[in-house]
């Protein structure tokens, strides 16, 4: 990547896009922190393979999953819907008490699994959007996410590094592979027709 900055209008959009994506009944199980500071790249870049565009990005998107989701986030999910739908949080009981009954006690392993399938769509939104604005971006997992956790503190938040978005500009002089063609499939053997 180059090291331009891409306009803050734009990563709005994208980061926009990333939050309307869907997420099983609407829970965004997941945060995902936007990193600029140029020092704070530097301490990840080892931890991330030292692969460069961790540093020459613009914005780096750290998506991070609930580690475990609690009473607190199903409480506060209620109250989210019953601010945005202007109805009485008691309306939603059944909502809650069927994430408090039935998908709580699934255990936090099962539950971050579930939350970070979640984390990867809205990543795709996040591939699509970018492109949508002209802006390249890579998706990383090569890094090692507990180094992350540590750097980011995100135990603390009670969340743990998935995946990364890291948005910029493709350097057209020095990276051979902007200028190759899409690997991918023929269509044929990608879809298989069921009739
Ligand atoms: C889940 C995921 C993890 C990836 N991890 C990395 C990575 O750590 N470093 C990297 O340079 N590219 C990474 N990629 C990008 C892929 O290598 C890239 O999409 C693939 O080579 C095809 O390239 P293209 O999408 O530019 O055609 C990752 C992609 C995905 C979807």
């Not at 984390?119 to 890579?138: F, H, K, M, P, R």
């Not at 969340?159 to 057209?172: C, F, P, W």
Request: charged content about 25%.
């Amino acid at each position: 990547m180059t090291g331009d900055k891409i306009p803050q209008e734009k990563v709005d959009r994208i980061l926009n896009a990333i939050n309307l994506s869907a997420s099983s009944l609407g829970l965004q199980p997941y945060k995902i922190l936007v990193i600029k500071n140029k020092d704070l790249k530097q301490e990840l870049l080892p931890a991330a393979n030292n692969q460069p565009q961790i540093v020459e990005c613009s914005h780096l998107l750290v998506f991070a999953a609930y580690s475990n989701l609690s009473k607190e986030h199903a409480e506060e999910f209620i109250q989210l819907q019953s601010r945005v739908k202007n109805i009485a949080p008691e309306k939603f009981s059944g909502l809650k008490n069927m994430i408090v009954r039935n998908i709580i006690p699934r255990g936090d392993e099962t539950n971050f699994i579930w939350a970070s399938k979640q984390a990867y769509i809205a990543l795709g939104t996040g591939l699509i959007a970018s492109a949508e604005e002209q802006v390249d971006s890579t998706p990383m997992e090569g890094f090692n996410s507990l180094e992350f956790d540590r750097i980011l503190q995100l135990d603390q938040k009670g969340l743990k590094s998935l995946v990364l978005l890291a948005l910029g500009y493709r350097d057209e002089t020095t990276d051979q592979l902007s200028k190759g063609p899409k690997v991918r499939k023929n269509i044929s053997d990608l879809i298989i027709k069921v009739n």
